[in-house]
């Protein structure tokens, strides 16, 4: 087996590259053949996988956090040939809420190795987006509103982990709005006066269990809304998106959907994908069922 294997030796503040020699030695003891492109700046991941000759791997490899699989992703579609090799996941960054869904964590990257060598498939659903032109991929999630406000906190304070999110989380309740949304689910049509929308393909947002019904290969994507809520109903709400309560709400509301629209009236919305910040309201979403292949158990 030979793969590209595209790292961020800047995932997790730096750590990752310090552990390049060990993960390095771990693709060689199990067998693996390797092409080594180390990302050098944000949306490098993106062009190395673009300009790929994908004929001379069996895979290709993203290593760092959602952030390096997003680049990865948007990388293969735009690929010229077209050809579509799995995916591996080595989650050595910050969030690795994907790889939660594979039941890896961060911790445990030689795991995802192993899962490598042994070379079994998975079909996965894609999620794609249209914003102003622009067409772009998603394999975790795509949110707008509050979630995407934490995010950009969030991406602020990112040398504390998980945890920047959960400040995150306190820093934008003191300046919660809500705002206008028109929605439409395969057809359907909502008026919502909204926090947050969440769009998950997987379970997991950070360590908040933010779908958890969602499934990454029945070719839906799960819609969750936070509807207007006080300051203090939100604080107190908030520990239960940690267990995937936060569902039984009823504030909350949750649907699934093959084709989304939102549309949000009173304003532009910045979207955040995979924890990316990238592209604005309105926005078109589709699930393209079993698109993705991934090396998987």
Known sequence: MKVLLIYNPFAAHGQAKKILPEVEQAFQERGISFDLALTDYPEHGSLLAAEADFRKYDGIVAAGGDGTLFEVINGCYRNKKKLRVPIGVLPIGTGNAFARDLKLEASRWLDAVDIIAEGKRRKVDVGRFQTHGQTYYFLNILGLGFVADVTMTAKKLKMLGNMSYTL?????????????ANI????????????????????YTSNFLMAPEAAIDDGLLDVTILNRVTRRRLLQAFPKVFTGEHVELPEVETFQARE???ETPDGEKVLTPDGEVLGISPVEITCLKQACEVFWK
Request: glycine share 8%; with cysteine.
């Open 260 to 262: 989304i629209s939102i």
């Open 168 to 180: 995150g989380v306190l820093y934008r309740t003191i300046r919660l709005k809500s705002f206008g």
């Open 184 to 203: 439409r689910l395969d057809g359907k049509e909502l008026e919502r006066d909204c926090v947050f929308i969440e769009v998950s393909n997987t379970r």
